[in-house]
């Protein structure tokens, strides 16, 4: 049986327990991978490993704080990994763990979807 609320996403109580326990694992996900930051840091990891610095320039429009707590709860789920160098000067470097790199057919699948429906788009207002 799947909750009624996982991370404070709240699925209806009128909904039968087939169609909650089919929508369980998608509420999850989203509790995991919502908002308006994860799933771009998570695509900039695809890559491989970054430092800070290279993923603020890889996403130019994210303040300082917004990544690093977007980095905390990645991290805290167990998507993002947080490996500190200590070396002079001391660097942190993030990357996907095993968890995360399971995400790279799903970000696949995102990027076609957006380029598909961004062209559609594109299209029907031309």
């Not at 800070?52 to 917004?66: H, K, N, S, Y």
């Not at 805290?76 to 500190?84: A, L, P, T």
């Amino acid at each position: 049986m799947c909750e009624m609320e996982i991370n404070g996403l709240k699925m209806p109580e009128s909904m039968d327990e087939k169609t909650r326990s089919q929508l369980c694992p998608v509420v999850y996900a989203v509790s995991k991978l919502g908002g308006k930051w994860k799933l771009i840091v998570v695509h900039n990891l695809i890559e491989g490993p970054k430092r800070f610095g290279e993923l603020r320039r890889a996403i130019p429009d994210i303040t300082q704080r917004m990544l690093t707590l977007t980095l905390r709860e990645l991290e805290e789920d167990g998507i993002v990994n947080r490996e500190v160098f200590e070396v002079v000067p001391p660097h942190v470097e993030y990357s996907l763990t095993e968890i995360g790199q399971g995400l790279e057919t799903v970000m696949s699948s995102l990027g076609d979807w957006g380029r598909s429906n961004f062209q559609q788009r594109r299209n029907a207002v031309a």
